[in-house]
Nanobody, 122 residues
Framework: QVQLVESGGGLVQAGGSLRLSCAASGRTFGSYAMGWFRQAPGKEREFVAAISWSGGSTYYADSVKGRSTLSRDNAGNAVYLQMNSLKPEDTAVYYC???????????????WGKGTLVTVSS
């Protein structure tokens, strides 16, 4: 069993930065790939970024590639998403997930957090 709690969302101006954190509890955290998804109002949830269980491989959606960095601390049971050069279209609820790498994305998510809201003003 893994519980995920996101934090770090908020209101930021376009061009600004945010660091999202996902704190995990549970002894099996290190065996999962971890990732972030987001859901904007009126849209479907979409993949943002993922990191392998070892932290050795990362994957990003084209929409955030080059602006975001995903990292994990297995000793501290945490995952971090640094987002820079934020755009209004990045506005969404961001969800942390534990699952498996599928191609250049994630699949088979076993656990989800409740989300943290990111609002980017123009």
């Amino acid at each position: 069993q893994v519980q995920l709690v996101e934090s770090g969302g908020g209101l930021v101006q376009a061009g600004g930065s945010l660091r999202l954190s996902c704190a995990a509890s549970g002894r099996t955290f290190g065996s999962y790939a971890m990732g972030w998804f987001r859901q904007a109002p009126g849209k479907e949830r979409e993949f943002v970024a993922a990191i392998s269980w070892s932290g050795g491989s990362t994957y990003y959606a084209d929409s955030v590639k080059g602006r975001s960095t995903l990292s994990r601390d297995n000793a501290g049971n945490a995952v971090y998403l640094q987002m820079n050069s934020l755009k209004p279209e990045d506005t969404a609820v961001y969800y942390c997930a534990a699952g498996y790498i599928r191609g250049n994305s994630m699949g088979g998510m076993d656990y989800w957090g409740k989300g943290t809201l990111v609002t980017v003003s123009s």
